[in-house]
């Protein structure tokens, strides 16, 4: 019989790619998970792991094997949501990743709406940059994230996640003055291809955005100063020390001296989960108050 847990390690294997990241992001010593898969491959009766340089991958058996954790994963969350819903509905912890604007601007909201509802649940909410997300919640430090991605910079689902989209938000450049008159679109930002930029930091999705419409626009920006509070870049905007790009939610209350112009590029925030998962009682509470919670200025997805 081949071990639920040992299969969901091959997962994170296949998807991770070396066992030292297995071991870092589940809280295994790198031993105890190679003695694990070892033990599966004992199990399985064939090899699932060969030696590639100094780590190892996958062979034919193991990556098939890996489509078959899969499928179980999935039906094991779909059945642990049905037991719950049969025990007692929405209750117990419930532990949230969210963005820093998602934190201020519609989670609120949503952990009040979930508290007159339901008493028994008891929400947790951790800021967590979508990058991370998806580690998370295989990893089961997170039940539900919200995740955005953007039109110049999508982000598919990674394996055993699934999504329900919550909002769609615009773009802005924030800057000192007005773009020129005649200017549109992505080549607005090359009138400021010269300035200092305010940017997020590296290997996040605001920051490779914000890269990715500057070399639509013709250029590479010069960043100065690397932030990740959009309130935080607003006010530097502000007192003349750069130019940025915000999303909707970021964008509220500009402070004088701030100039923002709607660029052609949309946010979108989706409400993710482990695949199986969704229906839930404690999730599907989550996701009502979620989707009454977004404020009305924001786009349908």
Known sequence: MLDVRRLRLLRELALRGTIAAVAEALSFTPSAVSQQLATLEREAGVALLERSGRGVRLTPAGQKLVRHAEAVL???????????EARHGPAGPLRIGAFPTATRAIVPEALMLLAARHPALEPMVSETDPAGAAHALRAGDLDVALIHDYDLVPAPLEPGLAAEALCEEEMYLAAPSPAPAGLGGLALLAHWRDAPWIMAAPDTLCRAVTEQMCGA????????????????????VGVGQGVAVVPQLGATDPPPGVCLTALPVRRRTR???????????????LTRALRESVPGRLGAP
């Open 74 to 84: 999935e039906r094991l969350e779909r059945a642990a949501a049905e037991l719950a």
């Open 217 to 236: 626009a013709g250029f590479v920006p010069r960043v100065r100063h690397q932030v990740d509070a959009f309130a935080t870049v607003l006010a530097f």
């Open 271 to 285: 409400i993710a989960f482990r695949r199986g998962a969704g229906p839930h009682p404690a999730i599907a509470a």
